[in-house]
């Protein structure tokens, strides 16, 4: 089972499928083993209140609409950031505390080791940096699940 990365969710948008149609399909046939991580909601929160911010109201409202029915068709799927996952973060956070993950990037990962979840992400580079299974789903598509 897989677990989202920022990257990946956010090829939800309507305005990116035509960047990666193989992968849009493919997350319509698996959408129901797929899993996100609550820091995926926050990152795109905060990517729409910046565009708000920067006078960018119509692209704000669209993310705003799609974190909303992301949350609708993940529901229980969306995974929290529990005691767990919070120690997970500081042992990950550990490993590269010479050249520092992000802290989303981070989270992510946590939440990935906290539940036995690969992720799928663009960022290969941070995520095997820190020893989590991770796939990119933009250069080789997982079978289905």
Known sequence: MYLLDTNVVSMLDARRHANAPDLIAWLERNGASLYLSVMSITEMDAGSHK???EGKTRRAEEIA???TAILSDFAERVLPIDIETA???ARLA???HRQPVALPDLFIAATAVRHGLTVLTHNLRDFDRLGVDALDPFARLPKDI
């Open 94 to 96: 550990e490993r590269t």
């Open 87 to 89: 120690r997970h973060v």
């Open 65 to 67: 609409a799609l974190v």
């Open 51 to 53: 565009l708000r911010r």
